[in-house]
């Protein structure tokens, strides 16, 4: 049992480039979610699914897409990344009706 | 909108002395409470929850307060151990608005030997 993964771990863009995270979970749980940690800050929401094909936004979506084809994963996407982007992403997901979220490691992204 | 804070950024106690972090939480209308445990290069851990029905809730070795008059919850670790040493955060959230937790800055707590 794997739990949460991402891909990649690290990351370096250059400004305007785009790419995309990968999350997986093998918890079969509804719930899946996309944070960004910055340094002195909390996690800040980005987007969340509550299920397969569905997608909402959270605290600070703006500059990022997501999908959920599938309910095991949840990609984040950057179409033109910026510097103000640069930060530590954390994939989470929960269980229907719960709210406790099993995170992954974090993928650390720099844009220069 | 909802804002969460904590108290100090940083907290250094001697192994086998209780710790307190404090967070407080601005929205009065927040019903749900999560604390985590952050080490160094992973992924935030599930330590222990609380609903705005309780006022407190006790785990193994931790112990979470939440007073709704001043908005204001705590997590307490009893005997601390340098395995607790970590950054904690508090999140928190409206139910009734599903998943959307806010999350406080975290607390860094240094374990002395």
């Known amino acids: 049992n794997a739990g949460v993964t991402q891909t990649p771990k690290f990351r370096v863009l250059k400004t305007g480039q785009s790419m995309t995270l990968l999350c997986a979970q093998d918890m079969n749980h509804e719930y899946m979610y996309w944070y960004r940690q910055d340094p002195g800050m909390g996690l800040r929401l980005i987007h969340y699914s509550v299920g397969e094909g569905t997608t909402a936004k959270g605290e600070v979506p703006d500059g990022y897409n997501v999908s959920r084809l599938k309910k095991q994963n949840f990609l984040l996407g950057l179409e033109s990344a910026a510097p103000s982007q640069t930060s530590v992403y954390f994939c989470?997901?929960?269980?229907?009706?719960?709210?406790?979220?099993?995170f992954g490691p974090g993928t650390r992204l720099t844009v220069t | 909108g909802e804002s969460v804070g904590l108290h100090l950024p940083t907290l250094s106690v001697q192994e086998g002395d209780n710790s307190i972090i404090n967070c407080a939480y601005s929205n009065s209308a927040s019903d749900y409470f999560i604390w985590y445990k952050q080490e160094s290069g992973k992924g935030p851990q599930f330590i222990i929850d609380i609903r705005s029905n309780m006022d407190k809730r006790q785990g193994q070795r931790v112990t979470v307060l939440l007073n709704k008059t001043v908005k204001h919850l705590s997590l307490q670790i009893a005997a601390t151990q340098p395995g607790d040493s970590a950054v904690y955060f508090c999140a928190a959230t409206e139910t009734n608005y599903g998943q959307n937790f806010v999350f406080g800055p975290g607390t860094r707590l240094s374990v002395l030997p």
């Open positions: 989470a997901s929960s269980p229907w009706a719960t709210y406790e979220q099993y």
